[in-house]
T-cell receptor, first 114, second 119 residues
Framework: DAKTTQPPSMDCAEGRAANLPCNHSTISGNEYVYWYRQIHSQGPQYIIHGLKNNETNEMASLIITEDRKSSTLILPHATLRDTAVYYCIVRVGPGGTSYGKLTFGQGTILTVHP | SAVISQKPSRDICQRGTSLTIQCQVDSQVTMMFWYRQQPGQSLTLIATANQGSEATYESGFVIDKFPISRPNLTFSTLTVSNMSPEDSSIYLC????????????????FGPGTRLTVL
């Protein structure tokens, strides 16, 4: 799976949008971009994923650049409960030999403050 | 959404002993995964547990140290054998599940983890 690069930490004010960047310049054509987060003392939680189109769900939006070498996770209205470590992961989709395995980097520690 | 539970949630063990961690998924899954998260670190995949075949271990992990069972499509165990303080970690199981029409098949769910401390 392609390697990802994320800033080690970010701050965000409550109620504002949190924009978390991720670089994945070696991503290949059959690899998806996934985002997970891990709130303290809990297991990781799936947020969103995409291949090449921008995606939105009830939790977040995912913006993938046209060349797919980077992406941004957007939490539109961050709350204190969004304080967590956010992991950007690139992996093959269903049918790939390593499907299901997740390679976690160090992630970005997002702190949402009042 | 799918629910994955683990037992025990935490334990404190003596050096040289073994601990078996149980993972239960509320739906049938082909693959289950075991991860380790050492203090202050990210998650590292230990092995893939497939029902009906031996587990596949990642580099740096061996079956003698981390034997895994997978008796059916909803259950797996991970044993941490002959423990040392370096084994103190959070151990998490995970499975990709199709939890219903609303969820993408590609979502992967994690259990709450088992926090192990070895003295």
């Amino acid at each position: 799976d392609a390697k990802t690069t994320q800033p080690p930490s970010m701050d965000c004010a409550e109620g504002r949008a949190a924009n978390l960047p991720c670089n994945h310049s070696t991503i290949s054509g059959n690899e998806y971009v996934y985002w997970y987060r891990q709130i303290h003392s809990q297991g990781p939680q799936y947020i969103i994923h995409g291949l090449k189109n921008n995606e939105t769900n009830e939790m977040a939006s995912l913006i993938i650049t046209e060349d797919r070498k980077s992406s941004t996770l957007i939490l539109p209205h961050a709350t204190l409960r969004d304080t967590a470590v956010y992991y950007c992961i690139v992996r093959v989709g269903p049918g790939g030999t390593s499907y299901g395995k997740l390679t976690f980097g160090q992630g970005t520690i997002l702190t949402v403050h009042p | 959404s799918a629910v994955i539970s683990q037992k025990p949630s935490r334990d404190i063990c003596q050096r040289g002993t073994s601990l078996t961690i149980q993972c239960q998924v509320d739906s049938q899954v082909t693959m289950m995964f075991w991860y380790r998260q050492q203090p202050g670190q990210s998650l590292t995949l230990i092995a893939t547990a497939n029902q009906g075949s031996e587990a596949t271990y990642e580099s740096g992990f061996v079956i003698d140290k981390f034997p895994i069972s997978r008796p059916n499509l909803t259950f797996s165990t991970l044993t941490v054998s002959n423990m040392s303080p370096e084994d103190s970690s959070i151990y998490l199981c995970s499975a990709p599940t199709s939890g219903g029409a609303r969820l993408s098949y590609n979502e992967q769910f994690f259990g709450p983890g088992t926090r192990l401390t070895v003295l």
